[in-house]
């Protein structure tokens, strides 16, 4: 099973910031926490990762809490290019196996 | 710069025919992995590569044999299809998997009749 909980779903309105939660209460010290999305049937797409400081890139933002417990990704300014299903990943056991959860649907309204 | 390649994109199967999926990737990546997806579900984890000559079992591998001949070449069979291996399959590759990031091909549609 994937070590993440996410939302299923959120909606964020167009141009908005979308902050999008994670929480990983067992990461353990030497984890990344990893962000993905799919758009539609699309094979998922890399965004961001992040071990213990927060990280941004030219995509997104990701804030990972002092206790690493949890993280959430944001997207500064959403698009309707942004609805899609986001994954929230910890690698299991440091091992090399990447597991994916549900993630959460992203709706952009216009 | 093809990146990861599956072939093929669609395919329609009969019950107990086999296959196989043909994932290539032209980066040189060290490990690969093979994911099912089902209609509104996330990605399951089938088999992996670490190297050439390795796999190593996922989350769901009971149906599937993989082999890893070549570094670029990531192979899923199916010896004896079933109507529960409707899915869509994707491969992705990756130099190393602590650096994050996953590369992944544009998926092969599957159906067993």
């Known amino acids: 099973d994937a070590k993440t909980t996410q939302p299923t779903s959120m909606d964020c309105a167009e141009g908005r910031a979308a902050n999008l939660p994670c929480n990983h209460s067992?990461?353990?010290?030497?984890?990344?926490v990893y962000w993905y999305r799919q758009i539609h049937s699309q094979g998922p797409q890399y965004i961001i990762h992040g071990l213990k400081n927060n990280e941004t890139n030219e995509m997104a933002s990701l804030i990972i809490t002092e206790d690493r417990k949890s993280s959430t990704l944001i997207l500064p300014h959403a698009t309707l290019r942004d609805t899609a299903v986001y994954y929230c990943?910890?690698?299991?056991?440091?091992?090399?196996?990447?597991?994916f959860g549900k993630g959460t649907r992203l709706h952009i309204l216009p | 710069n093809a990146g990861v390649t599956q072939t093929p994109k669609f395919r329609v199967l009969k019950t107990g025919q086999s296959m196989t999926l043909l994932c290539a990737q032209d980066m040189n990546h060290e490990y690969m992995y093979w994911y099912r997806q089902d209609p509104g579900m996330g990605l399951r984890l089938i088999h992996y590569?670490?190297?050439?000559?390795?796999?190593a079992k996922g989350e769901v591998p009971d149906g599937y044999n993989v082999s890893r001949l070549k570094k670029q070449n990531f192979l899923l069979g199916l010896e004896s299809a079933a109507p529960s291996q409707t899915s869509v399959y994707f491969c992705a590759s990756s130099r190393d998997p602590r650096d994050g990031e996953l590369f992944f091909g544009e998926g092969s549609r599957l159906t067993v009749l």
């Open positions: 990943i910890v690698r299991v056991g440091g091992d090399d196996k990447i597991i």
């Open positions: 590569s670490v190297g050439e000559g390795t796999t």
């Open positions: 067992t990461i353990s010290g030497n984890e990344y």
